[in-house]
């Protein structure tokens, strides 16, 4: 079973605070994304990579960057976390054309 | 502009009533699409994918469809344990390379027993 882990389930940070959100996936895939989920909105795309190094914008990159330093591991930074970026974020990998996979995803709190 | 449309938003059925979710788009070029089932509090789990018009598939009580413009999600005979918020998403064809899913907002279903 493909296997996608986010390094923490629950987040609490202050305004101003940068944040690391980590994401590894254990299947080899190439392409992994990051999205954030809202009542009302949905998920939206804030970045995804189709290789090591490689990065495109989504939907809603403004106040993040992302990091694919290894094919398995992709992070999303908040350079300086505001309110409005409390939201549940979900990292998600998927092998070319075919289904994502997603992790459980990580409920950050901006204070 | 492309979008992705699921109907209805909420559905509540009794058990063993069957009942379909539908997911419109429209996208200029589609590479798939896919279904999700997901839980409260957690990431949503893949179900299906489907690349061109007139393919179907199956698991267990749920079986998804693909016309040109939408795709339903059949439930059939459905239990409790089906409860949850089903989403629909896109991915379509823009000359790059990976891209990421479009989704729509989900249909939030309950069974009740």
């Known amino acids: 079973d493909v296997k996608v882990t986010q390094s923490s389930r629950y987040l609490v940070k202050r305004t101003g605070e940068k944040v690391f959100l980590e994401c590894v996936q254990d299947m080899d895939h190439e392409n992994m994304f990051w999205y954030r989920q809202d009542p009302g909105l949905g998920l939206r795309l804030i970045y995804f990579s189709y290789d090591v190094k490689m990065k495109e914008k989504g939907d809603i990159p403004e106040g993040y960057s992302v990091s694919r330093e290894k094919k398995e591991r992709f992070s999303l930074i908040l350079e300086s976390a505001s309110t409005n970026q409390t939201s549940m974020y979900l990292c998600?990998?998927?092998?070319?054309?075919?289904?994502?996979?997603f992790g459980q995803g990580t409920r950050l709190t901006v204070v | 502009e492309d979008q992705v449309t699921q109907s209805p938003e909420a559905l509540r059925l009794q058990e063993g009533e069957s009942s379909s979710l539908n997911c419109s788009y429209t996208?200029?070029?589609?590479?798939?699409l896919f279904w999700y089932r997901q839980d409260p509090g957690k990431g949503p789990e893949f179900l299906f994918t489907?690349?061109?018009a007139g393919e179907e598939k199956e698991k267990e009580r749920l079986k998804a469809t693909l016309t040109k413009k939408e795709s339903f999600l059949h439930i059939t005979a459905p239990k409790p344990e089906d409860s949850a918020t089903y989403l629909c998403a896109v991915r379509m064809y823009s000359g790059g390379g990976a891209d990421g899913l479009t989704f729509g907002k989900g249909t939030h279903l309950i069974i009740q027993p």
């Open positions: 489907l690349y061109s």
């Open positions: 998600a990998s998927s092998l070319y054309d075919r289904g994502a996979f």
């Open positions: 996208v200029s070029g589609l590479r798939g």
